[in-house]
């Protein structure tokens, strides 16, 4: 679905990404993990041309469609192509409705049908929006905005979802509650890639994972090996090495 060559990003003279590459295939769920400070959120902000400085090769190969280069479109047509983005601190319009934020999500889809139909469906999922379809977005806990801002996202139709530190200051419960809508999502067909500080959480719910260092991939593989790999159970899991 994604493919990554050699994509780089400068601030000024600080090389905030250094010619990384990876891939997610169609309906995989892949995290992206790293420290603070790593490149993870500029990378998300370079494939979602937030930031236009970036070069490499971002290609979108959707199923029995043509391959688009998505460095050559600006960020507002991404949507069209099926690539949604969640950034980090949710970014929920919140002196609207939580109905009217859902409806936004799927404002370049012309069938007003199916889009009641997401609609609908995404409430009937979700009962903690549906109680709250007339509230202000911006009155919401931390929790309820972040399964609004997935749930927008969701209206687009996306096939590729770009999450960005969705359990960031959230409670347990209401991580779970977000992962629980983020799998749902991918079990449907949804491509993710999922950039998450809480390592251990990313490689559980993800099938593979790229560990991220000063803006250079310096391991990958199966979430699982990488869950019992020493050097990120020291650095990224707080465990203790003998």
Do not use: W
């Not at 960020?75 to 919140?94: C, D, K, M, T």
């Amino acid at each position: 679905m994604l493919e990554v060559r050699d994509l780089r990003l400068q601030y000024g003279g600080i090389q905030a990404v250094k010619g990384i590459s990876f891939d997610v295939a169609q309906g995989e769920l892949v995290a992206l993990i790293g420290a603070n400070g790593a490149g993870k959120t500029s990378t998300l902000k370079a494939l979602a041309r937030m930031l236009p400085q970036a070069t490499g090769k971002v290609c979108l190969n959707p199923a029995n469609q043509p391959a688009v280069d998505l460095m050559q479109l600006p960020a507002h047509e991404l949507i069209a192509q099926g690539v949604a983005l969640v950034p980090e601190g949710r970014g929920v319009f919140s002196r609207q409705t939580v109905l009217e934020n859902l409806q936004l999500g799927a404002f370049r889809v012309k069938d007003r049908q199916l889009v009641q139909q997401r609609l609908e469906d995404l409430l009937e999922r979700l009962p903690r929006l549906k109680e709250r379809a007339s509230q202000l977005a911006g009155t919401l806990s931390g929790g309820e905005q972040q399964m609004l801002a997935i749930a927008r996202a969701l209206m687009s139709g996306p096939q590729l979802m770009l999450l960005d530190e969705p359990s960031m200051g959230l409670a347990p419960i209401m991580v779970d509650r977000i992962f629980e809508l983020i799998t749902s999502a991918r079990d449907s067909g949804v491509s993710i890639l999922l950039v998450e500080q809480n390592a251990r959480l990313a490689l559980k719910v993800s099938r593979r994972a790229y560990v991220l260092e000063s803006g250079r991939i310096t391991l990958t593989g199966n979430s699982t090996d990488l869950l019992q790999d020493d050097r990120v159970r020291a650095a990224y899991l707080g465990e203790v090495i003998p």
